[in-house]
């Protein structure tokens, strides 16, 4: 969607999305469950704020509110008039005769495009959790991504009248567990929730948006707030900057600065003592954290089960003011499988964990999308062949190749958007603005100098591999010391090739990777394109 919008901002029109949905949205297409939010600020995560001249109604949109922005983007710039929904792409062929990319679906299409922008995003391909006969159970199941209103009632605010005489599980306690056990826990008459590790839970402290802060915002205010944010999440902190989200994301940060500027000379501050620093501010954090679970519970041996031991940015942090005091209800029952690492097995009738047989009616796995399993995967299309009949998936298996990660040789005239060998944001939706833009520069520059490929040269491409795994900061001690989840490819460390979690992100940041690709756009010259003729 953001591809699409930028592409048309540059003055290329003809452009046509295929998607897999029936509607513009992606994740929030997708992820129409009861309760479903942002964890990120509003004014940050929704993209384009204004240009469509919209504000979010709250500092926490719920989901609905970020589709329908979703969906008036796709109006805003004419998206919808040559878009084909519902559909798969199955095969992709660069056809060198005639220059043109073919595209097959699932549909019996056969598309020809002069351009290829691969923009499917992580969290589309829903993923389930291993449970070993996962298919026995004879009970009614389903993913959260593809919520069952019929069997359930209700809607996204709520109202599961039709589970008042069922036994539900959840399979999954991260952030969209959190958001539905609240609205499960009201309306089932029994609820089992199974965890394998607890998330943190932070107060959603969210607010209306207030008229008078939101008239004062001068141009350019969208843009300044993200880098605002990024700042004090990824990067540590940001001396001399004010915390402008100033939310649980950005508390660590806050904290570490207020102790480092506290220092007789901050600037003599060596690296192994920001470290330090850092590491106290941590665990200040994660036992805030820990001391709310005690408030909020009252069984005691429940509120231990729910305390999350790790580093606060081991798993990503989320925020719900009922999650846990559905845990009070006589009808709610946490079951930790974290000593086997998992629910043991199903059954016909429902699930054993810990040597107990769980009977139910309903299953709800909340266990996410595929975000770290091989691309071929995620990008859930058979072949992307390239000139010569080469494989991307081939090409890329012992490691990614390309130029500023939207690039590839060997593959005119195809994009990428994604997490690989790119400047990574907490923020997904500002990656995509950063990385749409630059692509939909590039497009647009090729077609008014009129080349008919454009792709990287080997030596460009060889020389970003290489500042890519020369800046590349180790995080494999912090990972290996973290709870299993996305962030460290479910335990599995960074993984081989094309598995590399999160697609070897650029070392110095996201504001880094984004000035660097302005520098770059700013010189004019396509340095390191090659443009055939």
Known sequence: LLSGAYLKKAGVEDVRIIELGGDFGGVWYWNRYPGIQCDNESYCYIPLLEELDFMPSKKFADGAEIYQHCRNIGKHFGLYDSAIFSTQVSHLRWDQHISRWRISTNRDDDIRARFVVMASGPFHRPKLPGIPDIQAFKGHSFHSSRWDYGYTGGDTTGGLDKLADKRVAVVGTGATGIQIVPFLARHAKQLYVFQRTPSTVDERNNTPTDPEWAQSLRPGWQKERQRNFHSWTFEGMALGQPDLVCDFWTELGRNTAARVLALDDPASLTPEQFVAIREEEDYKVMERLRRRVDAVLEDAATAEALKPY????????????????????????????????????????????????????????????????????????????????????????????????????????????????????????????????????????????????????????????????????????????????????????????????????????????????????????????????
């Open 310 to 533: 790790y580093r606060f940015l081991c798993k990503r942090p989320c925020s719900n003011d009922d999650y846990l005091a559905s845990f009070n209800r006589p009808n709610v029952t946490l079951v930790d499988v974290s000593s086997s690492k998992g629910v043991e097995r199903a059954t016909e009738q429902g699930l054993v964990a810990n040597g107990v047989e769980y009977v139910v009616d309903c299953i709800i796995y909340a266990s996410g999308f595929e975000i770290t399993t091989e691309i071929s995967r995620r990008y859930s299309i058979e072949t992307i062949e390239g000139r010569d009949g080469l494989s991307l998936f081939d090409y890329w298996h012992d490691g990614y190749k390309t130029l500023h990660g939207m690039t590839s040789r060997g593959f005119p005239n195809q994009f990428y958007t994604g997490f690989t060998q790119v400047g990574i944001s907490a923020n997904i939706a500002a990656n995509y603005e950063v990385q749409g833009e630059h692509i939909a520069y590039i497009i647009a520059e090729a077609l008014s100098r009129g080349a008919t490929t454009v792709e990287p040269s080997q030596e460009a491409q060889d020389e970003w591999c290489a500042a890519i795994r020369e800046t590349a900061i180790d995080n494999s001690a912090f990972d290996a010391q973290c709870t299993p989840g996305y962030y460290n490819n479910e335990g599995g460390g960074g993984g081989e090739g094309i598995r590399s979690h999160l697609g070897e992100p650029y070392g110095p940041g996201f504001y880094a990777f984004q000035d660097l690709l302005e520098v770059w756009r700013d010189k004019g010259e396509l340095e390191g394109l090659v443009l055939g003729t």
